[in-house]
């Protein structure tokens, strides 16, 4: 029996330099997309699949974070006081009930395997989703609960996994693939960012996981690997034969945000898919485009 996939944990202690001078006093989770800060997203996606409890591991200037997801007395009253209902309603509708979040402080930056060990008390015994907020994903069936039907099919760890172009392996965890199917991927081994000599295959994993409680122990070795950080993806590869292992292609398009070009393409995407947003957009593309190709 599998058990219900009802925990996540979201590192978000990461310095964000390379939006600086944007993040030098603002958290990188907070920069929105359209009208929703990264974090948003997010947590939306996880509760899409069924997720009731979030740890956000956070480090020092990540305030506004945790703020994000309180109720705001003060601006819900001026709301109210000035007749905004829509407003009001919206605020209203992604509240989250009290205590669902909580959160605990990655006191230095040890890398992601680090931040996830920082939350073994909220782990406990339970399976648990990942999700990096840098990396956003647009998709009809949110990528979280592709993940979590696919974990209720198989048992066991399922990280999201796309082909990267074979000289971008050194930015990722890549997979070595045991068999597959052309959705799921048996997975054998994982290497974190390989040169792409080194790369087992082109498959990549991207911020998106199911984890089992089974990852601590190996976690809390605390053992450096690439960058001399302590990587969620070396803990993985000691899961394997232990748990079931897999990969799944996801369905969907994923931006890098934490990378300006990335971040830029996110904010053309997710508003196209806004019907308030849609026709505007495509206007000035027409007009950008027209200049730039004739
Ligand atoms: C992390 C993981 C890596 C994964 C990537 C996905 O790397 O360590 O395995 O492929 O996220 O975005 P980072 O981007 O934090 O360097």
């Known amino acids: 029996m599998t058990k219900p996939l009802r925990k996540a944990v979201l590192p ?24 929703k800060p990264l974090i948003h997203y997010a947590v939306e996606e996880a509760r899409a699949a069924g997720i009731e409890q979030f740890c956000l591991v956070t480090g020092r200037g990540k305030t506004a974070i945790v703020e994000h997801f309180d109720i705001a007395f003060e601006l819900e009253a001026t709301l109210r ?76 760890c399922v990280v999201a996994v796309t082909e990267v172009p074979h000289e971008q392996t050194s930015r990722y965890g890549i997979l070595d693939i045991a068999s597959d199917d052309g959705r799921l991927v048996d997975v054998r081994g994982l290497v974190e960012k390989p040169k792409p000599e080194d790369a087992p295959s082109d498959l990549s994993i991207i911020g998106r996981y199911v984890m089992m409680p089974e990852i601590i122990p190996h976690l809390a070795r605390l053992e450096r690997g690439a960058g001399n950080e302590v990587q969620l993806t070396d803990a993985m590869a000691k899961l394997i034969g232990q748990v079931p292992f897999h990969g799944l292609r996801y369905e969907g398009r994923r931006f890098d945000c934490g990378d300006k070009i990335g971040f830029l393409e996110a904010q053309i995407a997710f508003a196209l898919k806004r019907a308030d947003m849609s026709d505007a957009v495509k206007a000035f593309l027409k007009t950008y485009c027209a200049e730039l190709f004739g």
């Open 12 to 35: 978000v202690a990461g310095l964000g330099t390379r939006f600086l001078p944007a993040t030098k006093a603002m958290a990188k989770e907070m920069l929105p997309v359209v009208d």
């Open 81 to 156: 006081g000035r007749g905004k209902q829509a407003e009001l309603r919206m605020l209203r509708e992604w509240q989250l009930p009290p205590g669902a979040m909580v959160t605990v402080r990655q006191q230095e930056p040890l890398g992601l395997g680090h931040a996830i060990w920082c939350a073994r008390a909220f782990i406990g015994d339970d399976p648990f989703a990942i999700l990096l907020p840098d990396d956003l994903i647009l998709s009809e069936t949110p990528c979280t609960m592709q993940l979590a039907n696919a974990y209720y099919e198989t048992g066991g």
